[in-house]
Nanobody, 123 residues
Framework: VQAVESGGGSVQAGGSLILSCKASGKFRSTASMGWFSKAPGKTREGVACIGEGGKKNYNSFAEGRFTISEAADRRTLVLQMSNLKREDTAMYYC??????????????????WGRGTQVTVNS
């Protein structure tokens, strides 16, 4: 199974970006998918995730600014990011949790990871 992110880039504070992730290979239709971020000098943290039935969870810093969604086949994951702040600068990773339908934002639950896409927000 493979996950490949795209859509990162450099943007001014207050701007928007859309990240996409395409998952390929064999995994359960009930799998959860999520976005994680890793900034220099910080630990990786969950941004948002979506589980079976489309139930979504957001980290508090993403609530109201970011929107996670998925395609009907549950193999394309999208993160719409708006009102970006300098502190959003990080590498963003897509991940798949093949073990459960309810999504959690603990990275240890996720077995499949993409290589990441860089988001840089300039002030």
């Amino acid at each position: 199974v493979q996950a490949v992110e795209s859509g990162g880039g450099s943007v001014q504070a207050g701007g928007s970006l859309i990240l996409s992730c395409k998952a390929s290979g064999k995994f359960r239709s009930t799998a959860s998918m999520g976005w994680f971020s890793k900034a220099p000098g910080k630990t990786r943290e969950g941004v948002a995730c979506i589980g079976e039935g489309g139930k979504k969870n957001y980290n508090s810093f993403a609530e109201g600014r970011f929107t996670i969604s998925e395609a009907a086949d549950r193999r394309t994951l999208v993160l719409q990011m708006s009102n970006l702040k300098r502190e959003d600068t990080a590498m963003y990773y897509c991940a798949v949790d093949d073990s459960a339908g309810v999504c959690v934002m603990a990275s240890g639950h996720y077995e499949i990871w993409g290589r990441g896409t860089q988001v840089t927000v300039n002030s």
